[in-house]
């Protein structure tokens, strides 16, 4: 219901009801009213003996509605004394469900259920009276009859909080009000504003709350008098729903205890900032925070803690809307391990960067009942905190919310296997999984869930239409559920007085439901409810109950009629009927058969309305193998056959099954179509029948017995479920059999991933180990045991994995040969743990005896390296991952040899490292704390976390020991799992039945959510390898999406940075003004708030203020590098400084800084250039650089030069508005056509693979993988101002097709190979309307030109027809696949195109074309268009364009296809299709855009070029021309006028630096161009580049006749650098074996060779102009050479005197081993501003920059790197550089101070990068992509 503008500020619900007149309203028993003399006006009373007998009800129709939308209820009243009351609120949510929210004081305890919810009420009492001393320190006991010193009160409820915490439900509006005696009511009114009573207008007003803040004083009419000089609390009570008060054990509603007031500690002055937050600390909360290490002396109890040195913690974002519920309105089963009272503020961020720890009320509301959840204290240690009261504070909470969503379950089964439905469509199937119950649709494998139950489902039962869906749970108190099974949501809940509830039946129209339970007596009880009203927001009730002695294994309700039944069991089979509100039976006469256990039942199939019941046949089976047709009129049996197992007749041929004498086999299940019979036996076998069981029609054999048959209301599919947790279905049409799911049987202990190939092996008390897809769910393998499993562990490259015994025993398997490699049986205990190192060099394993094992992990056999004896603490409850390996693969962590002891050993060696006792940790604790789980923590391996039993999570630095940090109250009972992702970002922990995701830092005040489903302990939950869900264990699988971002945005990245600080610093000590927040290294830091200026001054100094830390030096060395995080105010609202800073010292010895790089496997992609495959790259994206905001940029993105040809479909173009879009790289090229400018769109960070146009060119859409190559991202683009105003995510590998529909209501994307399927979106909001999964590669897709609701697609496997469903909101997809024609042979299809609504036309790798009827979804029409693949078909009116890969662009008449389809026949002789013209271009097409008559358009090839085509005068024009394989060098031409490329097909490019076009191009075929540079003359009619090449030759073009000027040969190998000397008259060439040749411009000779660096490839080449006389040789030149063993010369030159000399020689240390596939280049230049200063940098000790005066003959400055560069040029102006790096950033550097800025725009390593000899412009390079950028000021 929309808000109503009438409602605010507040409704006085008696004024608006007119109370008085009982026209709107009613009044029933004793209500009367009376001048209070409290309150001195008119109030009513209401009173009686019971409560429910006298009571006002608002409104008087119980059909009509308040409709009051006010978000709290206010009620002022006050209980009557020693009496009971109660009060009756039906508020109405969102799905327009009616919910009762009662309380009263006669309850004691709280109870829920779906429509109601009960609250225990807490009458206060009069200050400092006897009952009010005791309600505060009571326990329990405290709920009854209101005091005789009870007083008026004002309650305020949050209807919004309370039905989102409990029910999950949205709020609408307020229905109805009961208020029944015995009580007194002054009023009652609702609002949107949290009013306070106890503040009167004026007190408001001065406290600065108003109603735009959601705040202020209670309205006049409806407050209480207070005299003057009087205290409103001292009169009254106050009471808030939810409370922030002390809770009793159970939720209620009560007065909150009154808060201790603050004393002040004058003493005690905050250094940092004016002014100090300060809460009282109440002893309980006193009790739960451990200040032992925090505050040097103990406080009294309420004295307040003030910090005398705030630590620095990571900032907090704001989150300005307080929502406490899943917005999507999932049923997911997450709740917030803590929730608060949405008043709460958030913390008061000071601008010291001081921020206060928030401790949370004692006792927190949750959704789960068995784990409700107390605070969380986070305790950073070892520094005091100031803790803000909740009054200062706002609500914060870990976002996304959910952050989990459970994806896809693998089991089945746990209470009962017999429970597996059809839906009446035939196209899912409905089965429990232990406490959740799953449809899962049966085409994809999609998973739907319904979570809600508690314990393990044990009965299941549809409607007959399937909308309507009743579930039970074990248990003592057996509770039932009722479903809306298409929305999904519980209608229903309610309890049965019984136990075992074992069987439910639903009659067909929904109306019936019975249930067979046991009875406290254990007896049989049959109950019928009557569930007509359910659906309408109406109540269960029951109809029937029976007691009875009978044994019941089955009952059916009738879907003739509702109030007959039948059930069968032991020793009967009986007939049942509800007449009158009685239920009555008739057993069958049995005869002979009467001792027989009857297993089921089934009515013959039939519904016809005019036959009689009594002509009803009843089928029933027995374990004897009996199968009896029973007379239903007469109540006999009418038919008795016999299931008898097969007589060996031959050795390899069995009979079929009879029906003769003999022993039988037992038949579990039967199910009855009207054609045939099915039925499922303890022998493992599903059996068809005919009606007259004459013989087996199909069988299907299992693995186990048969517990349920099912077949589909169809008659076409039967499911066959087994009771080791299997089922499957059957097709009997097509007699194929599906398995749909395999499960285990008992409890999973343990779990591994394969994240290379996403497999999955689990470990179970079944004593098998299976091994699964994580994509399909499929069983891949199984490995069964006599000896009991107890984990496993994956290798992290070989697809290998071990296991951990029972016996002890340790074995490796080999997972694609299934065979046994190593066993190893020196333990003698339980195997707990089994770990590898990361590096896959080692293998690890621990047993409940104490001992461990070290072995060899790359040898087949996995010899013991050393085992060693009572090192790990004995027991099995640390299993299965008793052992952690840090991401380095140095140490290893277990928990022993005691369970107090956390012992930190060398990974290879075993030797212990460390050893820290947990139970001394707490000194305050009376109790000693054990330690139960330890890990590591992936980022950083200083870090180590352990779980306790004390229910806190501790962080101990691995080098030192010491406590950094603790988290407890982290579950309420024994937890057993804990985890961290690989960004240190999240951390997950598992208690009970429950998985909990908590923000790793700890830095909101609900640092967690709670997730339920597993019906048992969670015995493992990890991240899996990509990080993009979560997997936990117990009775199931349970695979989660993990929605958190898997990077930062810009508003809220941070960069890893280092700060140097001298080793005698303490960590809880200031350095240079900076606070370390807590002894422990950040990760990330924060962007700054302003642009920061630094102080050249000592070595320790560190800037407070900037992003990261800078440190200059004179003589000091470095001893230590530490993160410094520096907390900005307000993170949201202050524009973030673009500008960050390296470290720079001026000495040597900088800090290490470690390196990482991801290899990933590439999948095989299809026989198919239309294919996209993203090029290979062996770089890795950064993930920690943050780019700085657009306007804030140094360097701007001028032009991008060329055009991706790796691309598919990444062109795009729009006739009537004269643009065009196109990708290069990771950035989206829009340019004008009459204009020739360019826009650029930045928002991937990897390779787009294409792009689609709106028909209206508003809107673009382009895709690309993300960071991690896991998952594809498509950006949506506004194309008027270039922003991206919608990002969505579906496929899991690249995105080969996008495509809008004609009226661009709806868009598609088609996922490539990896991932084949397609996904619906709604062009209005982006949301996903359907997807689809197909089983081969999808290469293209497209609408229909004129019909909404068809597309098509094609790939692999043939043609795809789908037809667009719309039914409401929701969309579905019917695909059709139609396989090519066979006179194409075996072919892909490659392309399609639409030419009229009923012709489709399509492409294959072979070159033909087919024409196909859409109609009768047939080809009728085949031709052979080309002798290559064609990738390119595009169709306007009658004509067709091809384009293939043999480089041929055709155009084709195709107005004869039409007639061939009115013929309904094949091509004839006389009938062609007409070539009308042709072209070739250079290169194979990959995408095309032509105008509506196909006269002209544009053509993308995979040379990189984009050309214009003009059929009507066959001619073509090149607009985008780019490099097709790697650049290997760039520079600009002296004016700036130009730049030179060259690349490995051996051309050199010359490009127009104003215009950025080609100009002209020099090719030599079969070498590839190594180095270019550009001679120093200005003349342009002498101007020409020289270029290096493969051959040893160097080339020089002179650029005014565009021919080669001169061959030279200087080199026998590659060239890698070249160079003009200054005058222009030589040029010096380096080649890769180091020979440094200096050759005469003039004709060519080698005048010089220069062997210093023979040996080693010189990678740098520089010549500068410079008087050589101050170094003491002669010279008017200088020039340098570095080469790849870290060398770098330094010569001095006068080559008209033919003098070259030696200046300086210098040589750069570095470690013996390089972590790396190749080392990093050599560089070297000339400080343009000063040429006497050398910087170089290349592989070393440190990544870094160093400065070399060739004057003072050493280092004077450095300047710390995060990365190994791989390119790097100066500026001749401002004192910039530019450095390019492997992991694909530029970064922009101020030499003097350090100043940087991280550009991301590349998506592989940067080859090379030159700056103009301006410094205005500046060239980046990385592989093909050439990016112009304008130089602006740092």
């Known amino acids: 219901m929309a808000f109503q503008g009438w409602q605010h500020p507040y409704v006085n619900i008696f004024k608006h009801v007119r109370v008085e007149d009982w026209k709107k309203s009613v009044k029933v028993g004793d209500v009367s009213t009376y001048t209070d003399k409290t309150l001195k006006c008119p109030v009513f009373r209401i009173k009686g003996p019971v409560p429910a007998n006298s009571y006002i009800l608002v409104p008087k129709n119980t059909n009509h509605s308040l409709g009051l939308t006010g978000r709290y209820f206010y009620l002022l009243f006050r209980p009557t004394p020693g009496k009971y009351f109660m009060v009756h609120l039906d508020v109405t949510v969102e799905e327009g469900q009616v919910v009762r929210i009662s309380f009263s004081n006669m309850f004691k305890e709280f109870k829920s259920t779906a429509t109601w919810l009960q609250f225990p009420f807490l009458c206060g009492a009069a200050k400092d009276s006897v009952y009010e001393c005791t309600s505060r320190t009571a326990k329990h006991g405290m709920v009854g009859r209101a005091p005789t010193s009870v007083r008026w009160t004002c309650l305020m409820m949050d209807l919004q909080f309370t039905l989102s915490v409990y029910l999950s439900h949205h709020y609408s509006h307020l229905k109805s009000i009961k208020l029944c005696a015995n009580m007194a009511v002054k009023n009652m009114f609702t609002s949107d504003l949290l009013l306070d009573p106890g503040v009167s207008f004026s007190e408001a007003k001065q406290m600065g709350l108003a109603s735009s803040q959601g705040t202020g004083a209670m309205p006049r009419e409806m407050s209480f008098p207070v005299p003057k000089g009087g205290s409103w609390n001292d009169l009254y009570d106050h009471i808030r729903f939810p409370s922030e008060g002390t809770k009793l054990p159970f939720d209620s509603i009560q007065k909150e205890n009154p808060k201790p007031v603050a004393r002040s500690a004058s003493s005690q002055i905050n250094p940092v900032g004016e002014e100090s937050y300060c809460v009282s600390l109440t002893k309980p909360v006193q009790d739960r925070v451990s200040f032992s290490q925090q505050i040097p002396k103990s406080l009294p109890r309420n004295q307040t803690a003030v910090a005398s040195s705030i630590p620095e913690l990571d900032v907090f974002s704001s989150n300005p809307k307080d929502q406490l519920w899943d917005n999507n309105g999932q049923l997911q089963g997450a709740a917030h391990s803590s929730l608060h009272h949405p008043t709460s503020r958030l913390p008061r961020v000071t601008e010291d960067g001081g921020v206060h720890v928030y401790v949370h009320p004692e006792e927190e509301l949750s959704t789960q009942g068995e784990e409700s959840e107390e605070e969380v204290v986070f305790s950073p240690v070892p520094h005091p905190v100031s803790l803000p009261s909740s009054r200062e504070i706002k609500q914060q909470k870990l976002l996304p919310d959910p952050i989990l969503r459970l994806s896809r379950v693998i089991g089945f089964g746990g209470a009962t296997t017999r429970h597996a439905l059809w839906t009446k469509s035939g196209d899912a199937v409905v089965y429990p999984c232990h406490a959740i119950i799953i449809s899962m649709k049966i085409s994809s494998n999609k998973q739907r869930f319904f979570i809600g139950h508690t314990d393990k489902i044990s009965a299941l039962t549809f409607n007959g239409n399937t909308t309507l869906l009743a579930s039970a749970q074990t248990g003592n108190n057996a509770v039932v559920r009722l479903w809306n099974y298409s929305k999904g949501n519980c209608l229903t809940m309610f309890r049965i007085h019984g136990h075992s509830l074992s069987c439910l039946s639903f009659s067909y129209s929904g109306g019936i439901l019975c249930g067979v339970a046991k009875d406290s007596h254990n007896k049989t009880m049959v109950v019928v409810w009557n569930s007509i009203n359910v659906n309408k927001g109406g109540e269960v009730t029951i109809l029937a109950k029976a007691h009875t002695d009978v044994d019941i294994n089955t009952m059916k309700v009738a879907f003739f009629d509702d109030t007959r039944l039948v059930s069968c069991g032991r020793e009967n089979i009986r007939l049942w009927r509800v007449r009158n509100g009685t239920l009555r039976s008739c057993p069958v006469s049995l005869g002979e058969y009467h001792a027989q256990d009857f297993t089921d039942v089934a ?349 806190k999570i501790l962080w101990l630095s691995t080098k030192t020991g010491l406590l950094l940090r603790e988290v407890s109250k982290v579950h309420r009972q024994r937890w057993s799992c804990l985890a961290v992702s690989e960004d240190a970002r999240f951390m997950l922990t598992a208690g009970h039945n429950v998985v909990k995701v908590w923000d790793y830092n700890m830095q909101h005040h609900i640092n967690s959510q709670m997730f339920i489903g597993h019906s048992q302990p969670v015995r493992q939950v990890s991240f899996t390898p990509d990080q993009l869900g979560v997997i936990s264990v117990g009775d199931a699988i349970f695979l989660w999406d993990f929605l958190a971002n898997p990077v930062e945005s810009f508003t809220d990245s941070r960069l890893l940075l280092k700060a140097s600080y001298k080793s005698s610093l303490k960590a809880d000590s200031e350095v240079g003004g900076v606070q370390l927040s807590n002894g422990m290294p950040r990760q990330t830091a924060p962007l700054p708030s302003s642009q920061p200026r630094l102080d050249v001054s000592t070595l320790d100094h560190v800037y407070q203020g900037g992003l990261g830390s800078l440190s200059f030096g004179e003589d000091s060395p470095v001893k230590t590098a530490l993160p410094v995080h520096v907390v900005s105010p307000d993170p949201t609202s202050d524009p973030r400084s673009a500008v960050s800073f390296l470290k720079v010292t001026d000495l040597e010895n900088p800090s290490p800084v470690d390196s990482e790089e991801m290899n990933q496997n590439k999948p095989v992609r299809p026989d198919c250039y239309r294919h996209f495959i993203p090029r290979f790259k062996t770089s890795s994206l950064d993930q920690s650089v943050v780019a700085p905001q657009p306007d804030e940029e140094s360097i701007k993105l001028k032009a991008v030069i060329g055009y991706n040809g790796n691309g598919r479909g990444n062109m795009v173009w729009s006739p009537d508005q004269g643009l065009f879009a196109y990708s290069c790289g990771c950035v989206v090229v829009v340019e004008h056509l009459h204009t020739g400018s360019q826009r650029h769109l930045r928002g991937h960070s990897q390779e787009i693979s294409c792009l689609a146009l709106t028909n209206d060119a508003r809107m673009l859409a382009s895709a690309a993988c993300d960071s991690n190559n896991s998952r594809s991202l498509i950006l949506i683009w506004d194309i008027q101002n270039g922003n991206c105003h919608s990002t969505i995510s579906y496929h899991k590998g690249a995105v080969q097709s996008l495509a809008f529909s004609r009226d661009d209501l709806l868009f598609l994307s088609v996922g490539d190979f990896s991932d084949p399927g397609m996904a619906l979106w709604s062009s209005k909001n982006f949301q996903l309307l359907s997807s689809v999964s197909v089983s081969g590669p999808v290469h293209d897709a497209a609408f229909s030109p004129s019909a909404a609701s068809q597309m098509a697609c094609v790939g692999t496997q043939g043609v795809y027809f789908n037809l667009i469903h719309t039914q409401g909101p929701s969309v579905d997809l019917k695909v059709q696949k139609v396989t090519a024609p066979a006179e194409v042979g075996d072919v892909e299809l490659t392309a399609l195109c639409y030419h009229t609504d009923s012709v489709l036309f399509t492409s294959t790798n072979k070159g033909h074309v087919c024409a196909w009827n859409i109609t009768t979804q047939s080809c009728f029409m085949i031709w052979e268009a080309d002798n290559g693949e064609i990738g390119v078909l595009l169709c306007r009116g009658n004509r067709l364009l091809t384009g293939s890969n043999t480089h041929w662009l055709r155009l084709w008449e195709v107005e004869a296809v039409q007639g061939i389809k009115r013929k309904s026949c094949n091509l004839d002789s006389g009938t062609k299709v007409v070539v009308e013209q042709e072209m070739k271009l250079d290169g194979t097409m990959v995408s095309a855009a032509f105008d509506n008559s196909l006269e002209m358009g544009i053509i993308g090839t995979t040379a990189g070029t984009l050309w214009y085509v003009n059929w009507s005068d066959n001619s073509n024009i090149r607009l985008v021309s780019g490099h097709r394989t790697k650049v290997n060098d760039v520079v600009f031409s002296f004016d700036e006028s130009h730049f030179a490329t060259c690349s490995e097909d051996g051309s050199v490019r010359v490009w127009s630096a104003s215009s950025y076009e080609l100009v002209v191009q020099f090719q030599v075929l079969n070498q590839a161009c190594g180095c270019v540079c550009w001679s120093p003359s200005s003349s342009k009619d002498s101007a020409s580049v020289a270029a290096g090449y493969s051959d040893g030759t160097v080339r020089v073009f002179r650029l005014a006749s565009t021919e080669m000027e001169m061959k030279l040969h200087p080199h026998q190998v590659a060239v890698t650098a070249i160079q003009y000397a200054t005058n222009g008259h030589v040029i010096l060439s380096a080649a890769r074996n180091g020979l440094v040749a200096v050759s005469s411009q003039l004709n060519g000779a080698t005048i010089r060779v220069i062997r210093d660096h023979k040996g080693a490839t010189v990678s740098t080449i520089q010549c500068v102009n410079e008087q050589c006389k101050r170094f003491g040789l002669e010279g008017s030149e200088m020039w340098l050479a570095a080469s790849a063993d870290r060398r770098v010369s330094v010569w001095a030159a006068d080559w008209s005197k033919e003098k070259c000399d030696l200046l300086d020689w210098l040589s750069f240390p570095a470690p013996a081993q390089f972590e790396g596939d190749s080392l990093p280049p050599s560089l070297a230049a000339f400080s343009p501003a000063d040429h006497s200063l050398l910087l170089y940098t290349g592989y070393g000790v440190e990544k870094e920059l160093t400065f070399y005066s060739l004057v003072s003959k050493q280092i004077i400055k450095k300047i710390a790197l995060p990365h190994w560069a791989t390119c790097m040029s100066l500026s001749s102006k401002k004192q910039l550089l530019a450095v390019g790096s492997k992991e694909r950033v530029l970064k922009l550097i101020k030499s003097t101070d350090g100043r940087f800025q991280d550009f991301l725009q590349h998506t592989d390593s940067l080859q090379t990068c030159h700056f103009s000899p301006s410094g205005t412009l500046l060239l980046s390079v990385a592989h093909n992509e050439v990016l112009l950028w304008a130089v602006q000021n740092l």
């Open 603 to 951: 009515f013959e199939e039939g519904s016809s309305s005019d036959r009689h019941y009594d002509d009803r046949t009843l089928f029933a089976s027995s374990r004897s193998g009996h199968i009896f047709e029973i007379d239903y009129s007469r109540v006999a049996i009418k038919n008795v056959r016999r299931l008898l197992p097969a007589e060996q007749q031959h050795a390899d041929r069995r009979e079929k099954r009879t029906f003769n004498t003999g022993p039988g086999i037992s038949i579990n299940s039967i199910s009855v179509s009207s054609s045939f019979c099915a039925t499922g036996s303890e022998d493992g076998f599903l059996r068809l029948w005919p009606l007259d069981f004459s013989a087996v029609i199909l069988e299907a054999e299992h693995e186990g017995p048969v517990s349920e048959v099912l077949v589909s209301s169809d008659g076409l599919q039967v499911l066959a479920a087994t009771s080791t947790g299997n089922f499957g279905f059957l097709d009997v049409s097509s007699r194929g059999y599906n398995t749909l799911m395999r499960s285990h049987t008992d409890t999973v202990l343990g779990f591994s991933v394969d994240g290379i190939r996403r497999h999955l092996t689990t470990a179970s008390s079944d004593g098998t180990v299976r091994i699964w897809s994580m994509d399909s769910l499929h069983q891949l393998y199984d490995f069964a045991s006599e000896d009991s499993p107890c984990c496993v562990a994956f290798h992290p490259h070989e697809q290998t994995f071990s296991c951990g015994f029972g016996s002890g025993i340790v074995r490796v398997f080999d997972v694609s040969g299934a065979k046994l490699l190593a066993e190893h049986k020196h333990h003698r205990g339980d195997v707990i743990g089994l770990a590898f190192s990361s590096d896959g060099e080692f293998m690890y394993s621990a047993d409940s005896d104490g001992s461990l094992a070290l072995y060899n992990a790359s040898e087949e056999e996995h010899n013991v390296i050393r085992a060693a004896c009572n090192v790990v603490a004995r027991g099995t409850e640390r299993a299965p991952d008793a052992l952690a390996v840090s991401s380095d693969s140095c140490c290893l962590v277990f928990v022993g040899p005691s369970e107090y002891i956390v012992t930190i050993a060398d990974a290879r060696s075993l030797d212990e490292l460390l050893r820290v006792d947990v139970s001394i940790l707490n000194v305050e604790s009376s109790q000693l704390d054990s330690a139960l789980k330890v890990c590591f923590s992936p980022a950083s391996a200083e870090h180590l976390l352990i779980a306790t039993s004390a229910d």
